[in-house]
């Protein structure tokens, strides 16, 4: 009768179970260098936004003329409150990280007395109002920044598989 | 036979809508419709562009809750025969305009 020998099976066997124990922690650290490429593409486009002074801003406001871009304390607003959210796993199982704007700004209005929220500044941006011209800038980033942070977190995968397979060979 | 901003312009022109080229932003509360060339959407190949297109958006900016102005615009952008998509739909709480907005890709412009 035939004989087969695998020589390795069970080192190969117990590195699949090692890579499937830390499987979470991998794949947060594999997203963090995207992540990272992300928020440096999107921080030069939000330092580029052209502005106007508040005072010229708070004018047309008060004189119900439009705004060409946002006022400098906007643009301010959005420089000091670009973060990236912890790396977790939604309710869909993908394991993934914002990068976004939170808090409010200095700019105090009737509507925001306590400022105006940072994300929606963005938004109103990003998609454009009735009185502010769209500047899609954060699309811009994540087509500047999407074949570099999909080549960093290929290297990333690569480099974390390649540890846990050395660590248990 | 028009090309495809022209057969685009007039397509717009039909909605009952005013919707002038890049005439973004009106006083606030407004209402009004707008469009522009955006970038390109180029089919590459062999090192050519094989065919052109070029990215439209078009944005309206009404206080018509109802469905009407949506279907307006979208019957012409059917009848045009390019690919189209509704990006966003926004309610404007401090002006009480709904912003739709529209992206077109218009090809065939060899």
Request: aromatic share 6%.
């Amino acid at each position: 009768m035939a004989k087969i020998e695998l020589d390795g099976f069970e080192t190969y066997i117990s590195q699949l179970t090692a890579l499937k124990a830390d499987s979470l922690k991998t794949c947060k650290a594999i997203v963090y260098p995207g992540a990272a490429i992300l928020a440096d593409a999107m921080r030069s486009e939000v330092a580029g936004l052209a502005t106007i002074t508040d005072t010229k801003a708070k004018n047309n406001y008060q004189h119900n003329n439009i705004n060409a871009h946002l006022s400098e304390s906007q643009k301010a607003g959005l420089v000091e409150s670009l973060g990236i959210t912890p790396i977790g796993r939604d309710r869909k199982g993908m394991i993934q990280c914002s990068v976004g704007f939170s808090g409010y700004n200095g700019v105090r209005t009737q509507k925001h007395p306590e400022g105006q929220p940072n994300a929606e500044v963005a938004r109103s941006l990003e998609k454009g109002t009735s009185y502010l011209k769209r500047d899609a800038f954060a699309t811009r980033a994540v087509k500047a920044a999407r074949s570099s942070a999909e080549a960093a977190m290929q290297s990333e995968a690569d480099t974390q598989i390649q540890r846990i397979m050395d660590a248990n060979g | 036979m028009p090309d495809k901003i022209e057969q685009l312009e007039q397509a717009l022109a039909l909605t009952g809508y005013e919707f002038a080229h890049h005439g973004w932003s009106r006083a606030p509360g407004t209402e009004y419709g707008t469009w522009s060339e955006e970038s390109a959407d180029d089919l590459l190949g062999n090192g050519r562009h094989i065919e052109r297109a070029t990215v439209v958006t078009i944005d309206l900016f009404t206080r018509d809750a109802s469905r009407t102005p949506r279907q307006k615009v979208e019957e012409q952008l059917e009848a045009l025969g390019c690919p189209w998509r509704l990006d966003s739909i926004n309610y404007e709480s401090d002006t009480g305009l709904i912003h739709l907005y529209w992206r077109v890709s218009l090809y065939g412009q060899n």
